[in-house]
């Protein structure tokens, strides 16, 4: 299994854009990476249709996307964006990242 953490980091990312493309109808999508102090961080953003909550947290793809998100110390959140659509988020501590390899 692919150990390192900017492979999880890819993963996560590749997944969330398959969903936009999927499921939110929106022709845009928003990506933004911040190496800061403490953490690598990870959002992906879309205007589309949004999502249903329950469907969320049963989505295979979804739970892939968590799973790596733990194996990397990191956390993954998943909520409405502003003007509507899906705001998807990881969160992984520096020391993790770097230890892993991103």
């Known amino acids: 299994m692919e150990t390192g953490a900017g492979v999880h980091v890819y993963r996560v990312l590749q997944e ?11 022709r845009q999508a928003w990506i933004r990476l911040k190496f800061s102090v403490n953490s690598l961080e990870l959002e992906v953003e879309d205007h589309g249709i949004g999502f249903v909550t329950e469907k969320t947290q049963r ?5 892939a996307m968590r799973e790596r998100a733990e194996l990397i110390g990191g956390v993954l959140a998943i909520s409405p964006g502003a003007p509507g659509g899906t705001l998807v988020r990881l969160e992984v501590p520096r020391d993790k990242a770097e230890a892993h390899g991103a």
Do not use: D, E, F
């Not at 969330?16 to 929106?26: E, K």
């Not at 989505?59 to 739970?63: A, F, K, M, R």
């Open 16 to 26: 969330a854009l398959n969903n936009v493309c999927r499921h939110s109808g929106a």
């Open 59 to 63: 989505g295979i793809g979804l739970v």
